[in-house]
């Protein structure tokens, strides 16, 4: 959230650093259970030291910043990542003193400072980058803070680093669409990872322990980071020819983008809404994770603002990134209304729809949206095993080339 937006006492009118750093995490609090090493390690170490050239107020605000542009595509090649979202996923990788630690995503090295702290004098602390200059970049950074026994390495961080292995805690502070093999051999027994796991579209933060052969889930968190290079297995599909409407999609989910488009232009689109409502800032994004441990048809809707302005489609939840059902020639989505008179959740959930089978797939939907109202908390239990291995337990299996996953409720 903002700076202005953070809850804690009020600043002196020319705030220290120390002062700008003890805001940022009160603020956290507020909305993240810390673990008490975190919030101490967070405390410590100076943020600003890894982001040299950008304003103190901006470098205590809880929000990414960008430290490499990335020429060919929207997102950033590499950046500090929202200091909430770390501190949340520290609590959940769990480092103990004198652990080995890898880190996949060096960034600009403040996350292997923290790791540091955590782990102690006695632990050891690899961070690995692909890109040179990250890697120079979070080096030269470490080296300045007075960290210099953390390892930095410039490496492909699907391979990880097997000659430190094995680890008793792994973490990815990039995207990944799949669990590498190589990290497999590299995690302990009994070892941890957290990882930002995509599947069907959305992501989450997910904390894992190894048991044999099977990694086993006890927690996961909403969260968006930059894609690790080198997995291109999620897809996107234009569904007109301006690009303004697309689907994203994993590559054992078939869009066939002529049926599709012309299934959005033929008819002004059919809706029904479900009974559960919201509040302004409530999430609904369990929806979306309580389909995909079901519907293999569920993927996620993008639609630019060309296509809002001319009414192309009606309005998503969320148009850069909403829930979305397709099947063959239809297509549906949520969409939100504000209807009723509860003046604590004004906001009813629904879904729209196009196609031939429009109607049916709404109500396909809506049972999801449904289903999440009964327990809108609620989250899977997720095991991953190696590809084309037997799962660990009954559920519902979503393969890719290197492991599966197995979701259940």
């Known amino acids: 959230m903002p700076p202005s937006e953070l809850k804690g006492p009020p600043l002196s009118q020319t705030p220290t650093v120390d002062e700008l750093r003890d805001r940022l995490v009160d603020g956290i609090l507020h909305s993240v259970r810390l673990h008490a090493s975190v919030e101490q390690a967070m405390r410590k170490v100076h943020r600003e030291a890894f982001l040299p050239g950008i304003d103190l107020p901006d470098a205590y605000a809880d929000r990414a910043v960008s430290i490499k542009d990335n020429p060919s595509g929207p997102l950033p090649l590499s950046c500090a990542s929202v200091p909430s979202v770390v501190g949340m996923m520290l609590g959940q990788l769990g480092v103990q003193p004198g652990d080995n630690i890898l880190e996949i995503g060096a960034g600009t090295g403040y996350n292997a400072a923290l790791l540091a702290e955590l782990t102690g004098a006695t632990g050891h602390i ?121 689907i994203i999609h994993d590559e054992d989910q078939n869009v066939d983008a002529d049926t599709l488009g012309a299934s959005l232009t033929a008819t002004s689109g059919t809706v029904v809404m479900s009974e559960q409502r919201i509040g302004g800032e409530e999430s609904f994004d369990g929806v979306w994770l309580r389909a995909t441990a079901s519907d293999d048809r569920i993927c996620r809707l993008e639609v630019q603002p060309d296509a809002l302005a001319q009414e192309l489609v009606l309005r998503p939840v969320v148009p850069v990134r909403s829930p979305a059902l397709v099947d063959g020639d239809s297509l549906a989505y949520m969409i939100v209304r504000r209807e009723g008179v509860d003046p604590q959740r004004p906001h009813q959930l629904g879904a729209a729809a196009y196609g031939p089978h429009a109607e049916k797939l709404a109500q396909e939907l809506v049972a999801h949206i449904e289903a999440w109202g009964s327990a809108r908390t609620a989250v899977p239990h997720l095991t991953i095993t190696p590809a084309k291995s037997e799962a660990a337990e009954p559920g519902h299996v979503i393969s890719k080339p290197e492991s599966q996953l197995t979701l259940t409720y």
């Open 126 to 246: 690899t961070s690995i980058d692909i890109d040179s200059d990250v890697a120079l970049h979070a080096r030269t950074m470490l080296d300045r803070a007075g960290y210099q026994q953390v390892q930095v390495i410039e490496r492909d961080g699907l391979i990880g680093a097997p000659e430190n292995a094995p680890y008793d805690r792994m973490i990815a502070t990039v995207g990944l669409w799949d669990v590498p093999t190589t990290w497999w051999q590299q995690l302990a027994d009994g070892g941890r990872l957290v990882l930002p796991l995509r599947w069907r579209g959305q992501t989450r933060s997910v904390a894992l322990t190894r048991r044999g052969d099977t990694l086993i889930s006890d927690g996961m968190e909403l969260c968006g980071f930059v894609p690790i290079i080198g997995q291109d297995s999620e897809k996107t599909t234009a569904l007109n020819a301006d690009d303004t409407i697309r």
